[in-house]
């Protein structure tokens, strides 16, 4: 897979974003008045809000434009060690190891978090408009947020190697995600509801990572390549009707089934198969809430040629039977 090699360059410091904004402004122009960043260059566009009121979680919302390759690099935070979580509607995030890994390759809805000790470069193809919501949070925050209950990520996250945490955002995710930028516009309550906003959806994302953790989906540090698993859940995801076997998969990618099955569910928390399920009936709850599709058609087209059986394993999977989701 081709990785841009761009050309303008970017510096960020977890620990102090607003450092960066100087430099920003005397290279490209644009305007900061210590909560909003406002640039726009023939070669990007970036307007971002910085929220600080809550000392323990800072968020920064951003769009942006970019009409050439650019990068975003993360500066190694000696000082203070942060976990980041990016919210992230497109665009690609790539880890620095021995090479490159992209953690996001044409994700239209993804979550992820890492530590500040090990930060990540954000590249964004020219041609994309891209939404990001950022957080970070100091790991004793963390801990008294979590209020320590999540023991068996304990270690696995104060590793100094490297380590990633990725979701798809659900629902509930994408509506706060989408709040977010809808409260940017509004005149009044803004910084209020935006914070608030910030603070739902982060709690989201922890729920998520809990019933991960419930639900015993595996997580762990990988032995393949990031970006080649990544690739690997992009052909799912584009062909989740009729997905490729993972006889098909490991013989296109040069590993064992097993070695392939295994880093697959540490990176997603699911082997290939039940990934794949778990993807339709998230797409098949999405389309019967939100559009007047038949229910029928909706299964069909999601590879279910069995509706009873669409039916059950709907109702197993959200307490609702798919009829009863569209009469709310």
């Not at 957080?135 to 990520?153: A, C, G, H, S």
Request: charged letters at 25%.
């Amino acid at each position: 897979m081709h990785i841009p090699q761009p050309s303008i360059v970017i510096q960020l410091n977890q620990n102090n974003i607003e450092d960066a904004i100087p430099s920003l402004l005397q290279k490209y122009g644009g305007s900061w008045d210590g909560e909003k960043l406002e640039i726009s260059h023939k070669d990007f566009s970036i307007q971002s809000v910085v929220y600080k009121k809550l000392e323990w979680l800072h968020c920064v919302i951003s769009k942006m434009h970019f009409n050439e390759d650019v990068v975003f690099k993360e500066l190694k935070n000696e000082k203070e060690k942060l976990f980041i979580i990016r919210f992230v509607m497109q665009g690609h995030l790539w880890q620095k190891g021995e090479e490159l890994n992209s953690i996001g390759l044409n994700q239209t809805n993804g979550a992820c978090m890492y530590s500040s000790k090990n930060p990540l470069d954000i590249i964004y193809p020219k041609g994309q408009t891209v939404r990001l919501i950022s957080m970070r949070i100091r790991v004793e925050d963390w801990d008294k947020y979590t209020n320590d209950q999540f023991p068996e990520l304990q270690q696995f996250l104060n590793n100094p190697k490297p380590w990633m945490l990725y979701e798809t955002m659900n629902l509930q995710m994408q509506d706060d995600f989408q709040k977010l930028f809808d409260l940017q516009k509004i005149k009044y309550g803004r910084i209020g509801y935006s914070n608030a906003t910030c603070l739902n959806l982060f709690t989201h994302f922890i729920v998520q990572l809990r019933k991960r953790l419930e639900e015993k989906r595996e997580f762990g540090y990988l032995d393949v390549n990031a970006q080649t698993l990544l690739n690997m859940k992009e052909e799912l995801m584009l062909k989740l009707k009729n997905p490729p076997e993972v006889k098909e998969l490991s013989q296109k990618y040069h590993m064992s089934e097993s070695k392939l099955r295994n880093n697959f569910k540490k990176a997603f928390g699911l082997p290939p198969r039940q990934f794949v399920m778990q993807q339709r009936f998230q797409e098949a709850y999405k389309r019967i809430e939100r559009s007047n599709e038949s229910l029928t058609s909706i299964a069909l087209e999601l590879g279910f040629t069995d509706l009873p059986y669409f039916s059950s394993r709907f109702k197993k999977e959200f307490g609702v039977t798919p009829s009863a989701l569209r009469e709310k």
